[in-house]
């Protein structure tokens, strides 16, 4: 029905029973297939109310993508090389496309940093939102996805680390910098500057597990 373009975003569907008789299912196997489809993101399920179509931009599930770490052994520098490819793109391509509302939120991010200095898990939190915000800002639903999942799979990871970082403030201004290149409508500025603060940040956290105890595994599945 999506193929054919009798559902879009937005749209809620039928009650159970008339769904099941159009597709020519029964009702057990019609929710069976609405739970996958609402584990994909393509239905939301709202008790009470019924399934509706997912609005918005494409959510991809960070679920699979967290076995998937775990079962093949995702690294830290696989994670880096990842994140070096998409962000910078990204930057270039938001900073040639963002729009006045996606500067504010990166600039609220940005604020959100330099004023969470002394609560490291806030901190992590506007980090985060903030590429995900310059991912937003590029304007390609696609690119923003996958930045997306990423983002929360480096944030489920970086979240048990977070507490021996010393240079926030160097991180934070690494960003107001890469926020000032998208307002200034600047892409080759800001790939640069995203991919030096990508850079760096990886420096950072290299040194960070070489100062810490030694824990057994390198993976990213190990945080599972």
Avoid: W
Wanted: net charge negative.
């Amino acid at each position: 029905m999506l193929d054919r373009g009798e559902l879009k975003s937005g749209d809620r569907l039928p009650a159970e029973r008339e769904l099941a008789h159009h597709l020519g299912v029964s009702r057990p196997s019609l929710r069976a297939g609405l739970r996958s489809l609402a584990v994909m993101g393509v239905v939301q399920i709202r008790p009470g109310a019924g399934s509706f179509i997912a609005e918005g931009p494409p959510a991809l599930g960070i679920d699979a993508l967290s076995f998937q770490a775990a079962l093949h052994g995702f690294t830290r520098v696989q994670m880096f090389e990842a994140r070096l490819v998409l962000e910078v793109a990204a930057a270039g391509m938001a900073a040639e496309r963002a729009t006045s509302e996606r500067l504010v939120a990166l600039s609220d991010e940005t604020t959100g940093m330099f004023a969470s200095m002394d609560d490291r898990q806030a901190f992590l939190l506007h980090d985060i939102a903030f590429h995900r915000a310059v991912a937003s800002a590029c304007g390609n639903p696609i690119l923003c996805s996958l930045v997306d999942m990423v983002s929360e799979l480096f944030r489920q990871l970086r979240r048990q680390t977070i507490g021996r970082a010393h240079d926030l403030r160097d991180a934070a201004e690494e960003h107001r910098r890469i926020y000032l290149a998208i307002r200034a409508h600047d892409p080759e500025r800001a790939r640069r500057t995203m991919s030096e603060h990508l850079m760096r940040a990886e420096h950072s956290q290299s040194t960070e597990d070489t100062e810490a105890a030694p824990t057994p595994g390198d993976s990213l599945g190990t945080s599972y």
